[in-house]
């Protein structure tokens, strides 16, 4: 369908912050079906028109927004592309310049700095810095060592050590007197100490031989067992006994009991019988007891007498030299005993204790017997404090070895000083250890 042709022309005018529209004639079916609707919804038909004709002009001005941006952003791009291109050009540009002048400066065989430092550091230039240096050091030293050796040597008030030289020689005058004097001490001291050292070797030598001695009494490859029983039979023949070893023969009940001694069967018939049990191991107190009561068992025995090789085998809280239960003792042998007194103190002290039983006690001063008994004991423990001081004697001894070898040593290193302070840088090295004299 044709539209009709408008009778008046349309009319738009701005007034101020306001649009005018007069005898304007809209043809599109949208925007008369939209007007018709809302009229026919009881819409004012000029409020449609006019927020149509607003949301319009906003649609229009964001369109052409969009196209300017769009616009603005294609021409960006071709710029930054054209400047990117532009930039590269150049960078390669002022790389390959700046390549080529780091070359002529830094290049590791034709560069003007490797010409240069070859040049100021190399050996082989005369015009090296080193070469220089040290031209110029040794030409100073030169310079130098001459003045002080005019300075010193001169001896008038130029040479500032004049003086210091005249009294080091007199100090190195006096240091020599001195140290002839002390030297003369010295020798006469050392001369002493010899004889003090030989006496004391002559003693060494003489506590040697006792060991000595002793290890030949003790060892031969005898048992202990054995040696209890020649040590027992020997005390025996001196009183008039008879001992007899009994270890592998077996008794009433067993073969406890090493050794049994007749006492007086030498003379006649037997007064009382003491036992023997040789034990070199450490047996505990009930242990030990027992084992004395099984001998006196076994070789019908009046008295048991336990022996152990040192103290240490003896048994806990049970004392050495001690009866027990009227018919026990025990004794450990003394290794630094070669008489064998500890054993033999026991052997009496068991037989006493035999024949006072035997006896009945009549005509027998049983006090008295028991204060030699006991005087006897503490004779023993003397002894045995005697025995240790000789021990502690021989250490002194052997320190006192140490020391002469120390204060031999100390001589040596003062006759050294005396060499070096006579004859100063000439003085002959100190010999070796091993060919000194052997004091």
């Known amino acids: ?12 005018a701005l007034v101020g912050d306001r649009l005018v529209v007069r005898e304007l004639d809209v043809q ?21 028109v006019r927020d149509a004709l607003v949301i319009g002009a906003r649609v229009l001005d964001r369109e052409q927004a969009s196209a300017n941006a769009e616009y603005v952003k294609t021409e960006f791009e071709r710029a930054s592309r054209e400047l990117e291109r532009q930039f590269t050009d150049k960078a390669r540009t002022v790389a390959e310049h700046f390549g080529t002048k780091v070359d002529e400066v830094f290049g590791p065989e034709s560069g003007r700095l490797a010409r240069d430092l070859e040049k100021l550091f190399g050996d082989g230039s005369s015009a090296s810095v080193q070469n220089r240096v ?20 001169a001896a008038d008030g130029s040479n500032p050590l004049a003086d210091f030289k005249a009294g080091a020689l007199e100090s190195i005058n ?35 031989e006792v060991g000595a001695e002793r290890e030949r009494g003790t060892a031969k490859g005898r048992s202990f067992e054995v040696s209890v029983a020649e040590a ?14 009994v270890g592998d023969r077996p008794g009433a009940s067993g073969k406890t009991g090493d050794v049994v001694v007749d006492i007086g069967a030498c003379d006649g018939p037997t007064r009382g019988r003491v036992v023997f049990e040789a034990k070199d191991r ?9 084992e004395l009561d099984r001998a006196l068992s076994d070789r019908d025995a009046d008295f048991a007498v336990l022996v152990v090789p040192t103290a240490d085998e003896l048994p806990a809280k049970l004392e050495p030299l001690r009866e027990y239960n009227g018919d026990k003792l025990l004794v450990a042998l003394d290794p630094d005993d070669p008489e064998g007194l500890t054993l033999e103190v026991a052997y009496r002290l068991a037989r006493a204790r035999v024949l006072m039983s035997r006896s009945g006690g009549e005509g027998v001063d049983g ?20 025995k240790s001081q000789l021990t502690g004697a021989k250490t002194n001894i052997d320190r006192a070895y140490e020391l002469v070898d120390e204060l031999a040593a100390r001589v040596r290193a003062h006759l050294v000083e005396v060499d070096v302070l006579v004859l100063g840088d000439a003085a002959p090295p100190p010999a070796p250890r091993d060919d000194q004299m052997e004091l």
Request: proline share 2%; net charge negative.
């Open 174 to 208: 006096q240091a020599a007197n001195r140290s002839h004097a002390t030297q003369r001490a010295l020798l006469q001291q050392l001369g002493e100490l010899q004889k003090e050292l030989q006496a004391l070797r002559d003693e060494k030598d003489k506590l040697d």
């Open 1 to 12: 369908m044709e539209a009709a042709t408008p009778l008046r022309q349309a009319h738009v």
């Open 134 to 153: 040290r031209e110029l050091v040794a030409e100073a030293m030169t310079r130098s060592r001459e003045d002080l050796m005019r300075q010193f040597s």
């Open 232 to 245: 027992v039979d020997a005390l025996a023949l001196r009183q008039g006994d008879v001992a007899e070893a």
């Open 367 to 386: 006090a008295a017997v028991h204060d030699v008994v006991e005087r006897a004991l503490n004779s023993m423990e003397d002894v045995r404090r005697v």
């Open 28 to 48: 599109d079916e949208c925007a008369v079906r939209l007007v018709r609707e809302r009229e026919q919804a009881g819409d004012d038909p000029a409020k449609t």
């Open 282 to 290: 450490r047996l505990s107190k009930p242990g030990a007891l027992e």
